[in-house]
């Protein structure tokens, strides 16, 4: 029975795998880089790249894929700084998907102008677990983990802080209220993801925002 | 494709409904009230257990049943409480389950000592989304909702808020500190479960934690 699941559910991840590679060459075909933007529900998400977006990029064209799973408040929000947003939904799935594959990225692929754009931003849907598991055909991969979610967290979900090549601590103007060291924090992803690179940051008072900013820039002008 | 997907995605539903009712069946033959405890990761889910279990329910004995993708941090920690800890995780599966589900919470029976306790407290996996799907045995869900996490996730994970009798909203001790509106919060969740019962609470300064602890009280009281 337990056999069985497991052969199942590599076979899924083959499927993905494939539609992810489909994904990737119509992205670089059409000179776009991507980035899977990922994090827990409340980690600040949105709030960061709306941060950056204001900013601004220099030259380069961003575009926004926003995958939740029901509504489009996250995606009202962004289309404000003239930025063209899609809105995928994951909710006609099984009980509202959480998390975003290579077949719905795929799906939603029509509805978005990549020869418009330089980079695509996804915004997986919230959650700490399954984004992880499911590549999309994105050249870079980051998070969100806010100091209001606590120290460990990299060792309670490893796979995640694994697989990111960027980890946005959020919220870093909370740090003097809340039981969070920045210091065991940063030893736990070494500990899960040495290679890893990290920013502090907060949305709220704009720190490290303009970071943020230069290293999607910079994301957006690396070769494929 | 997609329909043979939603097919199997029934099936394995089902099997679970069989399984959670058998579990409910042994829950309730050994006099034992359970609660199912979710939220998003860094909510505060075991932060508050503790502080509820450090006040104590009473006559009421509890025990807990610790849901983790790795590692047993949490589980640790409660033991020191001194109350019955199984620690189960979920890792051994497709790259680390999201959820529990009623296979896993029944393959753990073995390790509780039904009979030593009145209340068992599941902790299950951080995620908004999946665990809302999988109903394990228990007589009543719950979930934590902190106020960094942001005043529109009700809107935006509508499953789990629906699915639970009471919502903790936790960390209101971060309320002058973090754009929230509390108004704004309770009419998300009267749109979406007019029926849920809130509390909240401040598991760093205690308060509410009465009242919680009064709720576990009178759960491990209340006729099945």
Redesign the interface.
Known sequence: MHRT??RV?TDILDANETIARANRADFDRAGVRVLNLMG???AGKTRLLEAALMHGLGEVRAGVLEG????S?DAERLSALHVPVTQLNTSPG?????HLDANMVRSALGAIELEAIDLLIIEN??????P??FRVGEHARAMVS?V???D??P?????MFRACELVLIN?I??LE???FSLERFLANLERINPDAEHMELSA?TGEGVERLAGWLEALARAES
């Open positions: 699941k497991v559910a827990a529900p409340g939740d799973i029901a509504g408040l099984f009980g509202g998907e959480c849907v919230g959650n700490l677990v399954c992880a598991e806010s209001a979610e606590g460990e967290k060792l309670k979900y490893p796979l919220k103007d909370l209220h809340v039981d709220r």
